[in-house]
């Protein structure tokens, strides 16, 4: 029996094993942008938003108003790598049998997770630096270096909270239907997490349910990067975390279970 598990089990070195890693993600990014049709959606698509209602609309009601909204689209904008990269190309992959034949493969169990990862959080690191461009060159909102910086590393790293929700949605729809379970979920969490309409004109329900939803949390703590947050970062980022291991947890038992 040792004999036969070890002739099966490939060895691999650590530079093996590294390799592995980058050409998966390498494989993962020429992927996208062989489909552009998805990738410039995804990226486009927040920053149209926020040009017309967070910049041409808001601005002329508020002169806050550009810089408020720059973290809602801003989270809005970085929900979509998360869950359409990983939930809707996940539940294809899936059901045409790539996720078996890598399990197959002699590579590490996951370079496929983390190439699609690494390619989450290119896209939302685009799509932040499009809405800081807009923010500042269209919206004249004013930022400092640090403002900058930390915006920016707290929309990229927020990415993976989306990603663990949409790996778990990908276990639970197949490949036709995954596009409708994610907008199912997609739109209403952006609504009900208060990124299209402050929670203040919200009704009580809605304002009370809003820390159900990830984005609200990273929609807060995008809000205090720039100065208009209310405090208690910590308890945004540690329910971020929870989200993130909850969601990672349940995917991971669906996959061994449903493959």
Request: net charge positive; proline share 6%; aromatic share 10%.
């Amino acid at each position: 029996m040792n004999i036969i598990e070890s002739t099966a089990t490939p060895v691999m070195s650590t530079g093996q094993v590294f390799n592995a890693y980058v050409q998966e993600a390498r494989a993962e990014v020429l992927r996208y942008l062989r489909l552009p049709g998805f990738l410039l959606p995804t990226m486009l698509f927040p920053s149209v938003f926020y040009l017309m209602f967070g910049i041409i609309l808001a601005h002329q009601n508020s002169p806050d108003g550009a810089r408020f909204l720059l973290a809602s689209y801003g989270t809005f904008g970085v929900m979509a790598p998360g869950l359409f990269g990983f939930g809707v190309s996940l539940a294809i992959d899936r059901e045409h049998g790539l996720l078996t034949l890598k399990r197959a493969l002699p590579m590490p169990p996951g370079a496929y997770l983390v190439g699609k990862m690494c390619m989450a959080l290119m896209m939302a690191a685009v799509v932040t630096m499009l809405m800081l461009c807009l923010a500042r060159f269209g919206g004249g909102v004013q930022l400092t270096a640090g403002q900058v910086a930390t915006f920016f590393v707290t929309e990229v790293l927020g990415v993976l909270a989306f990603c663990s929700l949409g790996l778990l949605l990908g276990t639970l729809a197949k490949g036709q239907s995954a596009p409708g379970l994610v907008n199912l979920v997609y739109l209403p969490m952006a609504f009900l997490s208060g990124l299209w309409f402050p929670l203040s004109v919200m009704p009580k329900f809605i304002q009370a349910i809003a820390p159900l939803w990830p984005a609200y949390h990273l929609d807060q703590l995008a809000l205090s990067a720039i100065g208009m947050g209310q405090g208690g970062d910590w308890i945004h980022v540690v329910a971020l975390a929870a989200f993130t291991a909850a969601f990672l947890t349940l995917a991971a038992r669906r996959l061994a279970r449903h493959g």
